[in-house]
């Protein structure tokens, strides 16, 4: 039995308050949990190669963008593959998780209409799903790191759990948001489309921090205003964990600066802290407005 | 008796926009000038409904019932007053919904209870019966989409039905399937009144309602217009209906015929009223208590009427069906070979049946009065009365027949050891 089960009664008014949002989502753990694997079921279930798909699509980015900016643009950002993941992964796991949220309710009309349960469920198992994939696509890190004996940062290792769940409650913030926005306004799902590929352009991923930070004045400010750059450079730190290597291009003995150099462990767990107690509040916030627009869900889809 | 649901002072609104304008372009080019009409689906509905009760949401199309479903089974959320619900709920509003095609049968059910809100051990300790229920043994590892209809439909009321609920909402839904799994589903419905479950039924079938309800809501309009036992209640809603269809003749006259009306017999429509029923009542006489009689018991039809005419071309006639409509008994005057002389003015008539060789139902009677060789009707009263025939035990069926079984053995003889 359900823990509200005999004795208390449930109450269906205009408006539900945070805290019955947060306790059904609570009771409705297992759904969700089921729904991320369903997702995952359905996407690979009649294809052959199955889940390693979710690894061939970072491997594809890596051939793309290391002939791009290593062989013609010629970077000279050595071990590039690696700097590369250290980013590229996470950033897949937030786009897919937004683009995924964004249609969710939408796309899930015909339950939304006919059965009662907590429809953030929805927006939620998509960055779920997201992060699932992330994993998945993880072990191709895992893998080159270990095949080519990569030393990674480990005294800055700790900063990657609470990055991740910084990244996924900002995730599940913008997707608690945009799904609902999404009922009323169908072109949501376009523009996020937009919105992210201009996104990843604004994050560190493929350029280093150093390109734009170095500049300071006031685009350097207005850049470290995104978010997703202080995720990045964590797991960058971290993983890829060369602030200023020499360059690889050429037999140039410059150096290249990537990350802050003077930068302890501290200055990210700060930034990291900043950015996980904004998306806690931003989640907060996405799930209140959820909240206040859901019960016209039904009508309008 | 404890509630289990309480709807109180609920009203729910809906804008109903002419054209939908839910792209950002529309949004942008006709800002704040969406037309929409506001519409309130129900308004002030107070009910409640006690533990264990069956009861039955009746009322026209656009009446609100669906609406009022979905709200208690917080489907949509009031944009006034609150529903309050104790225990849990298994909403059959769409069999199915939420099945994923390109999962397998054995997966859907997990999936789809756990939507239900069912924990995944439950599940798994629910699980043959879900499959011996659903009868798809043989195909539950295949994947849904290969599924026929009637297998989707079987497998989700096997889910919803397993979810153990205290609260079972249906919405129409037993019209779906075959004749053999409706039989199941509604042996499955008597098990869980028994069970002392709390039901509520959206039906458009009145029959359903009688046989299966304790109680029954009409709404009409948006509004509770009745609330009692189901005999009453459908009454109150065939008079609602007949309230529409009047005023409906009135505003044009040519389309008497829409199918929301269908339940108004020609007989009815053709009624010319020279000879009014002004009441009609059932008095039970013998074998039998108030709102039932035994088999083989008496009861007596009392009509009373007002005539505008002196006339000898008159004919009473009774007919008495079952509730799924077919005729168990009827006659009239002129094939009893009786006369009869009226005067203008009120008068009355009684058909005594002094024994009802029925078995076990609910029956209805109409009385007509029409000219003698019932080619005019004066007045008509289309199933206005109802009686219920009580089985005290032993017999099955429909008719009460005098029986005696005898039997002999053959000579031992022929069993013979060999």
Known sequence: MQVEGDAGWRVVSARVGLGQQIRDIWKYREFLVLSVRTQLNVKYKNSALGFLWSMLNPALYLVVFYVVFQLILENGIPSFPIFLLSGLL????????????????????????KVSFPREILPLSAVGAGLVHFFLQSVVLVLALVLFRYSVGWEYLPLIPPALLALVLLAGALGLFLSA???????????????????????????????????????????????????????????????QPKSAAGAGTDLIKILPVDADFWYYAWHVGVVGAIAAALFLAGLAYFGRVEGNFSEEL | MAASILVQNVSRHFRLYHERQSTLKERLLQF??????????????????????????????????????????????????????????????????????????????????????????????????????????????????????????????????????????????????????????????????????????????????????????????????????????????????????REREALEPAEATDDRLAFLTDQERRATKDITITDCRIEYRSGSARGYVLPDGAIEVHVAFDSKLATDDVNFGIAINDVEGRLAFGTNMRLLGQRVQLQPGPGGAVFQLPR???????????????????????????????????????????????????????????????
């Not at chain 1, 926005?181 to 590929?197: C, S």
Request: aromatic letters at 10%; proline letters at 4%.
């Open chain 1, 181 to 243: 926005v999404n009922v009323r306004l169908r072109d949501t799902e376009h523009m996020v489309e937009l919105a992210l590929l201009a996104w990843f352009w604004m994050t560190p991923i493929v350029y280093p921090f150093m390109l734009i930070a170095e500049r300071g004045g006031f685009v350097a400010q207005l850049y470290k205003l995104n978010p997703l750059v202080w995720i990045v450079i964590a797991f960058q730190r971290a993983i890829y964990n060369q602030p």
């Open chain 2, 356 to 418: 009802v060789a029925l078995l076990d139902g609910t029956f209805l009677v109409t009385i007509g009065i029409t000219t003698y060789d019932e080619g005019t009707v004066y007045d008509w009263a289309e199933e206005r009365l109802e009686f219920e025939v009580m089985n005290p035990g032993g017999l099955l069926g429909y008719a009460h027949l005098p029986i005696e079984i005898q039997v002999e053995s053959v000579s031992p003889t022929q069993r013979a050891v060999p």
């Open chain 2, 32 to 245: 704040r000038r969406t037309p929409y009409d506001d519409f309130w689906a129900l308004r002030n509905i107070v009910l409640e409904i006690e533990k264990g009760s069956t009861i039955g949401l009746i009322g026209a199309n656009g009446s609100g019932k669906s609406t009022l479903l979905k709200l208690i089974a917080g489907i949509l959320r009031p944009s006034e007053g609150e529903v309050r619900v104790r225990g849990r709920i298994a909403a059959l509003l769409e069999l199915g919904a939420g099945f994923q095609s390109e999962l397998t049968g054995r997966e859907n059910i997990f999936l789809n209870g756990s939507l239900l809100g069912m924990s995944q051990r439950e599940l798994a300790r629910r699980f043959d019966e879900i499959v011996a229920f659903a009868e798809l043994e043989e195909f539950i590892d295949t994947q849904v989409r290969f599924y026929s209809s009637g297998m989707y439909v079987r497998l989700g009321f096997a889910i919803a039905v397993n979810v153990e609920p205290d609260i079972l909402l249906i919405d129409e839904v037993l019209a779906v399937g075959d004749e053999a799994f409706q039989r199941k589903c509604l042996e499955r419905i008597r098990a869980f009144q028994r069970e002392g479950r709390t039901m509520v039924l959206v039906t458009h079938a009145v029959e359903q309602v009688r046989q299966i309800c304790d109680a029954a809501a009409v709404l009409d309009r948006g509004e509770l217009v009745a609330h009692g036992p189901p005999g009453e209640a459908i009454r109150s809603y065939r008079e609602h209906l007949l309230e529409h269809a």
């Open chain 1, 90 to 113: 996470i950033w897949n796991l937030f786009s897919a998780g937004i683009a995924g949220a964004t249609g969710s309710i939408v796309g899930g009309g015909a339950i939304v209409k």
